[in-house]
T-cell receptor, first 115, second 112 residues
Framework: AQSVAQPEDQVNVAEGNPLTVKCTYS??????LFWYVQYPNRGLQFLLK??????LVKGSYGFEAEFNKSQTSFHLKKPSALVSDSALYFC?????????????FGAGTRLAVHP | ETGVTQSPTHLIKTRGQQVTLRCSSQ?????VSWYQQALGQGPQFIFQYYREEENGRGNFPPRFSGLQFPNYSSELNVNALELDDSALYLCASSLVGGVEQYFGPGTRLTVT
């Protein structure tokens, strides 16, 4: 079965410092991987996806993610964190079991950016 | 282009009652998926509708049911509500076979 794991419940970073939110995956076949962000009392906003091609994927709001097949990881990164980046981040993998497209999410990582 | 919308925003129900949540898909999207996000957890797939039929279901009991209408909008119905049904319910629309799913803002259901 497809799955993703987010090993950190919370990540704390100072404003202006680089940030990394970790995600590892377990899939059969080639993975389709996603990052979503959720602000308080809001739905999920799409940040970026990896399907194929370059291992470094650029997304919205200055975020990027690095796909590493050998380490089965898809870590989210940003060179310089903003206080407004504080939110809940979810990694997800596409699961086509049964012939239809659904997302399998990790438990989420809360990012806290301190001034 | 209109995004995914959901109603109501918040809802409080009593255990044993029934509830209906609504979702309007993004313009042109013909597939709707529903997810349940319990507090402190990631969203979990409930089911998906395409062409007004359920074409996939996660590990949820039959008291969770749905509908899709000709305009691609959708409803999620939950019967015999239990306390553990308290969660944020998210609707996502997509094109059939499409890679990306676009999420609505969710409905927060509280069961007391």
């Amino acid at each position: 079965a497809q799955s993703v794991a987010q090993p950190e419940d919370q990540v704390n970073v100072a404003e202006g410092n680089p940030l990394t939110v970790k995600c590892t995956y377990s899939v059969s076949g080639n993975p389709y991987l996603f990052w979503y962000v959720q602000y308080p009392n809001r739905g999920l906003q799409f940040l970026l996806k990896y399907i194929t091609g370059d291992n470094l994927v650029k997304g919205s709001y200055g975020f990027e993610a690095e796909f590493n097949k050998s380490q089965t990881s898809f870590h989210l990164k940003k060179p310089s964190a903003l206080v407004s980046d504080s939110a809940l981040y979810f990694c997800a993998v596409r699961d086509m079991t049964g012939g239809y497209n659904k997302l399998i999410f990790g438990a989420g990582t809360r990012l806290a950016v301190h001034p | 282009e209109t995004g995914v919308t959901q109603s109501p925003t918040h809802l409080i129900k009593t255990r044993g009652q029934q509830v209906t949540l609504r979702c309007s898909s993004q313009s042109g999207h013909n597939t709707v998926s529903w997810y349940q996000q319990a507090l402190g957890q990631g969203p979990q797939f409930i089911f998906q509708y395409y062409r007004e039929e359920e074409n996939g279901r996660g590990n949820f009991p039959p008291r969770f049911s749905g509908l899709q209408f000709p305009n691609y909008s959708s409803e999620l119905n939950v019967n015999a509500l239990e306390l553990d049904d308290s969660a944020l319910y998210l609707c996502a629309s997509s094109l059939v076979g499409g890679v990306e799913q676009y999420f609505g803002p969710g409905t927060r259901l509280t069961v007391t």
